[in-house]
């Protein structure tokens, strides 16, 4: 099984946080889209014996596309790819482009799982992030689109200077009364070159606090499981069969294939990009080129990559995968290096699931919050 993910590179304004490829210029907005339909095409090799299960629409800002637009991009993958009967296929959306009109026809179309980017159901909030919806749209939208649609992600962002618990708390129970089955949320981080990264250097935002952070994170945790909802990754939060399958397939180690600039690819031992602009994107798919740059992953890189993905999940990392995948020497390093946080509380050797009699490990609750640093700590350098 492998996923394709489609970046649409095309947004209202900049959110001060965001380090993503876009633009807000839609002048090449009809190349750009030919551009991506062809790039499926002259791609459609790679993926030659898998079969497609999921198909998201990231960005950038998919849902300032028409339906039609989003139709010609999965009716290209039907034509040059083996898709399974019932794929997930996921259309990141902004609440102010989900007019009730709109969310009808996405219900009509292929379209079946919407990730919604709320992040705070605060006026205030969204206006420091310069976010292009209000709080009105925010619950608005949220209100129609359960009514069409099943399956929902939506975004929230925690750790944002001088909210209170209080308010951080309400932003869940907003989010619990839509009956919303899935709750991607992350800590604000301050990323180079953003607007967010100037504001904070010049004095004009307070800085990020993590103390902060980790006391809305453990909140986060607390009101999540109450509700029933199964914290299966470090930022993802749902409820049984409603996990996200595509961003599982990444953890997972899964192919798949990224079309459109800045999109990155994975098969197995080789990971690719496209290039970050999109008039060399497209010049380069019109002349038939792939304007990808291609790594091929050491032994070392691929244990690393398992180290960090596997960590962030509650699949953890086996151990008998580690020693049959990489040998015993990464078995011993794993567990010697691993001894101080185990020995700490932040990680912990759990007895084997029913699927497999491996023993896994894994990161407890204390641990989960400072997974990152250390799933580097355990690298193979």
């Not at 179309?109 to 310069?130: H, T, V």
């Not at 981080?189 to 307070?206: H, N, Q, R, S």
């Not at 749902?238 to 996200?244: D, E, I, M, V, W």
Request: aromatic fraction near 10%; hydrophobic fraction near 35%; include cysteine.
């Amino acid at each position: 099984m492998a996923g394709i993910y489609i970046h649409i590179p095309f947004c209202k304004q900049a959110c001060f946080y965001c380090d993503f490829h876009f633009s807000t210029s839609l002048k090449k907005k009809d190349e750009l889209i030919q551009s991506l339909v062809k790039e499926l095409e002259l791609r459609k090799d790679e993926l030659k014996y898998q079969s497609i299960e999921t198909i998201y629409f990231g960005g950038g800002t998919p849902s300032l596309l028409p339906v039609e637009e989003l139709q010609l991009m999965i009716d290209a993958v039907y034509k040059n790819y083996q898709v399974v009967e019932n794929p997930e296929i996921t259309l990141e959306a902004n609440p102010d482009d989900l007019s009730n009109n709109l969310i009808i026809q996405l219900s009509k179309s292929p379209i079946n799982r919407l990730s919604i980017g709320i992040q705070s159901f605060f006026e205030d909030d969204l206006k420091s992030m310069n976010r292009a919806h209000n709080a009105h749209e925010a619950k608005a939208c949220l209100q129609e689109a359960t009514r069409h649609f099943d399956n929902i992600t939506i975004d929230l962002i925690y750790g944002i200077p001088n909210m209170s618990l209080e308010k951080w708390s309400e932003n869940l129970e907003i989010a619990f009364g839509f009956g919303i089955k899935h709750i991607s949320s992350y800590a604000l981080t301050v990323e180079p070159k953003t607007a967010l990264d100037a504001f904070i250097k010049k004095g004009t935002y307070p800085p990020i606090d993590e103390r902060l952070a980790l006391q809305h994170f453990n909140h986060l945790v607390e009101k999540t499981n109450a509700q029933g909802f199964v914290h299966y990754e470090i930022s993802n939060f749902g409820k049984p069969n409603y996990f996200s399958k595509h961003n599982t397939s990444y953890w997972q180690g899964k192919p798949y294939i990224g079309i459109g600039p800045s999109a990155h690819s994975f098969n197995n031992n080789q990971r690719s990009w496209n290039v970050s602009n999109n008039s060399k994107y497209i010049q380069s798919i019109q002349n038939n080129a792939l304007p990808n740059t291609v790594e091929t992953l050491s032994v070392k890189d691929q244990y690393n990559e398992y180290i960090m993905t596997g960590l962030r999940t509650i699949w953890g990392v086996s151990l008998s995968k580690i020693e049959s995948d990489f040998g015993k020497e990464y078995l011993t390093h794993l567990k010697k290096t691993s001894e101080k946080f185990i020995e700490k509380g932040l990680l912990v050797i759990a007895n084997p699931n029913e699927e497999s009699q491996s023993s896994i490990l894994k990161t407890t609750q204390k641990g989960k919050f400072l997974v990152d640093g250390m799933a580097s700590e355990l690298f193979m350098i």
